[in-house]
């Protein structure tokens, strides 16, 4: 599951061997609904960011598809990622009246990217530029890769911010972090999920200093914007049951 040093995941079949050591925890952190909460603070969108304030997203967003969860949250996934066949056309159309600041966000993104230029993350990070879309290629085929290409770059905004608030989380969370013996401090880290190891009676300090490095992130990143990031934390001594 892992190439290059970046781990992609601990598959559940090794998980009940990742250990603390005796006397210490794996205390972890993790970020609950992030691509949409990024999207409500870089697009603006009030109504979004409204939701966004709350603790669950999408119990937010089901009051408008009959109070049910899992449609509100197929059909912001789909405006966000650009899917509009099955299911997830008659919410899209929901979700364009409800929030047209965030979906158009990303509509700009796509159609930027589909006319062969490039994006930006939050903090300046450009997407590739699109290849072997010279006039030799195919009309079909060429518009195939442009529609990919506009995927892509729908994606990339909302993806590559939310890259980037991890990263200022994890280096807030290493100034905020208690000292500790050899052997503690962040010891795993992918996409959403942070875990620290950290010994026994440290691990209230490391929620703390876990709470004020969200905050930090958002603050830093967004300013003064109604959205929260929750983190579901959880301490024990073995990865498996976290």
């Known amino acids: 599951a892992t190439r290059g040093g970046g781990a992609l995941q601990i598959p559940k079949s090794v998980r009940r061997a990742v250990r603390a050591d005796p006397g210490w925890v794996l205390v972890r952190a993790d970020a609950g609904q992030l691509e949409p909460r990024v999207l409500a603070a870089v697009s603006g969108d009030a109504a979004l960011a409204a939701a966004a304030a709350e603790d669950d997203l999408y119990a937010r967003l089901a009051v408008h598809v009959g109070d049910d969860r899992e449609r509100a949250k197929i059909g912001l996934l789909a405006a966000m990622y650009g899917q509009t066949s099955g299911d997830a056309a008659p919410l899209l159309a ?4 409800l929030y047209p600041l965030a979906l158009e966000y990303v509509d700009a993104a ?9 994006v930006r993350s939050w903090l300046g990070r450009t997407s590739p530029a699109p290849r072997d879309w010279s006039a030799t290629v195919a009309a079909a085929d060429g518009d195939r890769r442009r529609r990919a290409h506009g995927r892509f770059t729908r994606n ?3 993806q590559a911010t939310a890259a980037e ?5 994890l280096a ?3 100034q905020e ?3 500790t013996p050899e052997g503690g401090g962040i010891v795993f880290f992918v996409h959403d999920e942070v875990v620290l190891h950290v010994p ?3 691990a209230e300090e490391a929620l703390r200093a876990i709470d004020r490095a969200r905050e930090r ?3 830093i990143l967004f300013g003064d914007t109604p959205v929260r990031f929750p983190l579901a934390v959880s301490v024990t001594d073995c990865y498996a049951d976290l």
């Open 217 to 219: 992130t958002r603050r």
């Open 177 to 179: 972090l208690p000292a």
């Open 110 to 118: 796509a159609r930027t990217g589909e006319g062969g230029g490039i």
């Open 172 to 174: 807030a969370l290493r």
């Open 156 to 158: 990339f905004v909302v």
């Open 165 to 169: 608030w991890a990263l200022v989380l």
């Open 94 to 97: 929901t979700m364009r009246r």
């Open 200 to 202: 026994e009676e440290r």
